[in-house]
């Protein structure tokens, strides 16, 4: 999830490549025609074998009347597969087109399958067209019980706050990136309520905003120790020598110059004193900023070992078949 979209479908094809180098089944429905697989960054050298369905350059092209007959030869086979809806025409054609493709899918995969729905809150918006109910209700059905049929769907959009709630609670793993909208920030949030623990969720997700508790002190070692002694040392100066100038009373040169060093001295405490605590302050934050990145790090790591891991058992590797 990430706005703009390009960097959310940049990073799932990341992982996506990651599931074709293992063999996996996978379809992809591109309604932007955006999903380019079969030649390297650079386009100077081969990519993936994928099968290209509609758009602007098809293996095969396809119309709206095709859809349950192209989901029925996708579930049936092995292959890897783009599912291009841009050259449609009309967001009707498309709704139509992913309502016949899904509910036909659904009746006849029986193996393992990653479906892959970019710009998800298109096929499972939160306030649904009227008229549209059903194109819901399909994907609703593959995202919440299509485990049984083999399905493990993948969602990508730039506006969680408008894909339906009962779809995107089904979310095991969940990747958000920038978000700045509230409402989409706020849908982010209760998701990790209800699948995590959101104080724990709330600094790995909005670090910017992060307020870190604050401490007068580090924690560890000797820095605690010298900046307490300078604390000490400062505060004894400024109190003692101050005590000292306003007990003199001046009768003549040599008390005045002792009043007034005894000033001097006091106020160089306060500054030893205030320096120390601003010290004491700025290296617990670090402390603090610093314990956080290393928990982001190692929730990373094991973020990413689960999502390499999605397709511990794929399925054997067979060549590409035209249907």
Same mark, same amino acid.
């Given at each position: ?40 960054c ?17 293996d ?64 499972a ?72 623990d ?14 870190y ?46 009043r007034y ?30 314990? $956080? @990145? #290393?928990? %982001?790090s /190692? +929730? &990373? !790591? *094991? $973020? @990413? #070992?689960? %999502?390499? /891991? +999605? &397709? !511990? *058992? ?7 078949? &035209?249907?």
């Open positions: 999830m990430s706005e703009p979209p390009a960097r959310a479908t940049y990073a799932a094809k990341g992982f996506v490549e990651r599931l074709l180098e293992s063999g996996a089944r996978v379809a992809i429905v591109d309604p932007l025609g955006v999903w380019g697989l079969r030649a390297s650079d386009g100077s050298a081969p990519g993936y074998p994928v099968v290209v369905f509609g758009g602007r350059h098809a095969i092209p396809i119309t709206a009347d095709a859809a349950a007959i192209l989901g029925q030869v996708i579930a049936r086979e092995a292959l890897v597969c783009v599912v291009d809806l841009s050259e449609l025409g009309s967001s009707a054609a498309r709704r139509r087109f992913m309502a016949a493709f899904a509910e036909a899918l659904y009746e006849a995969n029986e193996e393992q399958l990653h479906i892959v729905l970019d710009a998800a809150d298109l096929w918006p939160q306030r649904p067209i009227k008229g549209w109910e059903s194109l819901l209700g399909h994907i609703e059905e593959i995202v919440r019980r299509g485990r049984v049929r083999g399905f493990i769907p993948w969602l990508i959009t730039q506006r969680p706050a408008v894909v339906h709630k009962d779809v995107l609670s089904q979310a095991d793993i969940l990747v958000a990136m920038k978000l700045t909208a509230s409402q989409d920030r706020d849908a982010i949030g209760a998701w990790i309520e209800s699948q995590a959101r104080q724990e969720g709330k600094p790995r997700q909005w670090a910017s905003t992060r307020v508790p604050t401490t007068i002190f580090p924690t560890i070692g000797r820095r605690n120790a010298v900046l307490m002694f300078l604390m000490g040392l400062g505060l004894i100066l400024a109190i003692g020598w101050f005590i000292n100038g306003i007990s003199i009373e001046p009768a003549n040169v040599i008390d005045q110059q002792v060093l005894s000033y001097v001295i006091s106020a160089a405490g306060w500054i030893i004193f205030t320096l120390s605590l601003f010290l004491g302050i700025m290296i617990s934050q670090l402390d603090v900023i610093a314990d $956080e @990145l #290393r928990k %982001l /190692a +929730v &990373s !790591a *094991e $973020e @990413l #070992r689960q %999502l390499s /891991a +999605v &397709s !511990a *058992e794929p399925a054997p590797s067979q060549p590409v078949q &035209s249907p």
